[in-house]
């Protein structure tokens, strides 16, 4: 049976388990595993039969901004519709927060496009909302902002954008 729930500092190993084959691959970053437990209320996982199989992060950048982090699911349960019941359920958190745009930096861009996402190339904030938050240090603020110091972290990741 599948279930989607907020993960729990327990799931920490099996998620970078999960991850492990992806950032090998560059398709994900890698994240220390201290960064794991800091952000692990941003985490849902997937659990087919007790197991956990896959994983995903909404992370909140500004009032009406959000970006879907590190969505995987482990290479022996692709195809099953996991990652669409993960993605469902941190879309309905994001609506939640009062979130209205959700964003992502990909290359299943068919995936994301098939689940209402659209590429964009320009920087969906204004200057002055850039301004703010251009000072943040989260690695993942830097992309979404495009910025130099990560380019390295973001070629060929497309990035794509979904309204609520």
């Given at each position: 049976m599948l279930l989607i729930r907020s993960a729990r500092t327990s799931d920490v190993p099996r998620?970078?388990?999960?991850?492990?084959?992806?950032?090998?691959?560059?398709?994900?970053?890698g994240k220390e595993m201290v960064e794991l437990y800091e952000s692990i209320q941003e985490?849902?996982?997937?659990?087919?039969?007790?197991?956990?199989?896959?994983?995903?992060?909404?992370?909140?950048?500004?009032?009406?901004?959000?970006?879907?982090?590190?969505?995987?699911?482990?290479?022996?349960h692709k195809r099953q519709g996991?990652?669409?019941?993960?993605?469902?359920?941190l879309l309905e958190?994001?609506?939640?927060?009062?979130?209205?745009?959700v964003f992502c930096?990909?290359?299943?861009?068919?995936?994301?496009?098939?689940?209402?996402?659209?590429?964009?190339?320009d920087m969906p904030v204004d200057a002055?909302?850039?301004a703010?938050?251009?000072r943040s240090h989260d690695e993942g603020v830097a992309e979404f902002l495009d910025l130099a110091r990560v380019k390295q972290n973001t070629l060929g990741n497309s990035r794509m954008l979904k309204y609520l």
């Open positions: 998620i970078q388990k999960i991850a492990e084959p992806l950032v090998a691959e560059r398709v994900l970053l985490f849902v996982v997937a659990e087919l039969d007790g197991e956990v199989v896959g994983f995903g992060a909404l992370h909140v950048m500004w009032q009406d901004l959000a970006e879907v982090r590190t969505l995987a699911v482990d290479l022996g996991l990652g669409a019941a993960m993605l469902s359920e958190r994001a609506r939640a927060l009062g979130v209205h745009r930096l990909t290359f299943e861009v068919d995936f994301f496009h098939r689940h209402g996402f659209e590429e964009i190339s002055e909302t850039y703010e938050m251009v």
